[in-house]
């Protein structure tokens, strides 16, 4: 089972709509969070940490769910802009600083 | 530009050659990761320094890949003797705090390295 697994997609949706990802981790200890965009070609950016009691920015909500080791985030009102690959990433408290990075969910936002 | 530098941003080689690539991170990063990705795929983590020290190296890091980050400040990835499954994204990334477990990683532009 990979450390980090989450659907690749692609989520092909219209502009307006709400779309949401998954993603697992294997190892319960697992601290930290996050949800990183990739747009193509480019590099990763930090889209938002993913926090015990959940957290919003915007249109975008995260929330961890330790009990089913996973963590969502939740896109609403979907813009073009949004069109990217979303990573998740898990630092699993293995006693160093590592960080595991997910494959992607790719999302196509169309007019 | 007061980012992530990556040089070179590609590098084509032929199998059997060394190569090394270069990160600036933000100044006064502390933390600095070395990541590869390749297609579909996300980044795969490397190795990782706190200051001058490397702590951490990936099962993926074979003895023919080495990195440095002698005062601290940049640090190279050197490949020897490449193949062609080392073709790949090598991103760098830097993070500005050393209290937190983890803390936000800001990437480099990357260096496209193709092994003929």
């Known amino acids: 089972r990979k450390e980090v697994e989450q659907d690749p997609g692609p989520f092909n949706v219209p502009e307006g709509a709400t779309v949401a990802f998954n993603c697992t981790y294997s190892n319960s200890a697992s601290q930290s969070f996050f949800w990183y965009r990739q747009d193509c070609r480019k590099e990763p950016k930090l889209l938002m940490s993913v926090y015990s009691s959940g957290n919003e920015d915007g249109r975008f909500t995260a929330q961890l769910n330790r009990a089913s080791q996973y963590i969502s985030l939740l896109i609403r009102d979907s813009k073009l802009s949004d069109s990217a690959t979303y990573l998740c990433v898990v630092n699993p408290n293995t006693g160093g600083f590592k960080t595991i990075f997910g494959a992607g969910t790719r999302l196509f936002v169309k007019a | 530009d007061t980012g992530v530098s990556q040089n070179p941003r590609h590098k084509i080689t032929k199998r059997g050659q060394n190569v090394t690539f270069r990160c600036d991170p933000i100044s006064e990063h502390n933390r600095l990761y070395w990541y590869r990705q390749t297609l579909g795929q996300g980044p795969e983590f490397l190795t990782y320094f706190q200051n001058e020290a490397q702590l951490e190296k990936s099962r993926l890091l074979s003895d023919r890949f080495s990195a440095e980050r002698p005062k601290g400040s940049f640090s190279t990835l050197e490949i020897q003797r490449t193949e062609q499954g080392d073709s790949a994204m090598y991103l760098c990334?830097?993070?500005?705090?050393?209290?937190?477990?983890?803390?936000?990683?800001?990437f480099g532009p990357g260096t496209r390295l193709t092994v003929l």
């Open positions: 990334a830097s993070s500005p705090r050393l209290a937190a477990l983890t803390d936000t990683q800001y």
